[in-house]
């Protein structure tokens, strides 16, 4: 089994939507039995359920993140992680800190898709900032997925 972990701050808002998006990549390339996603958050608000956002933000695309708890990026799901993908640079430079040896394979999601860039955080902000942030999500993640697939050595 490939592991995708997703890293983001708080693991309540971007991580969380793209776990879900992730998640439904993998399904519908029918691929839910060698690749597996999950989440964590460099300060994460342990046990936090998804935020009101992002919860709303996934529901339009049929999707229910309603289950998630914040969980704490930590050594064993490092070291478990074939490809960590990170929302911006400060978690890769977190990572770098703390896990120096998980470099080589922690990657902007944007990076999936051919870009350089952040993936804001719509914590605490309207939900039009959340509707806006999941777009961002869903195009990095349908963009990347064949690089995501090629990274991890899975055909899809």
């Known amino acids: 089994m490939k592991r995708i972990l997703v890293v983001c701050t708080g693991n309540i808002c971007r991580t969380p939507m793209a776990k879900a998006m ?3 990549e993998v399904e519908q390339a029918g691929l839910s039995e060698r690749v ?3 989440s964590a958050g460099v300060y994460a608000v342990v046990g936090g359920r998804a935020s009101r956002g992002s919860v709303n933000a996934m529901a339009e695309r049929g999707l229910d993140i309603t289950e998630h708890r914040g969980k704490q990026l930590d050594f064993r799901l490092m070291d478990e992680a074939d490809l960590i993908l990170v929302m911006e640079e400060s978690q890769r430079r977190s990572i770098f800190m703390n896990w120096p040896q ?3 394979k922690t990657f902007l999601l944007s990076e999936m898709a ?3 860039a952040d993936v804001e955080d719509p914590y605490g902000m309207e939900q039009a900032e959340y509707d806006k942030t999941a777009v961002i999500i869903e195009d990095y993640v349908r963009r990347g997925f064949p690089e995501i697939l090629r990274r991890l050595g899975v055909s899809g």
Request: glycine residues 8%.
């Open 22 to 24: 992730l998640q439904r």
């Open 36 to 38: 597996s996603v999950d």
């Open 102 to 104: 998980a470099l080589r």
């Open 114 to 116: 051919g870009e350089h």
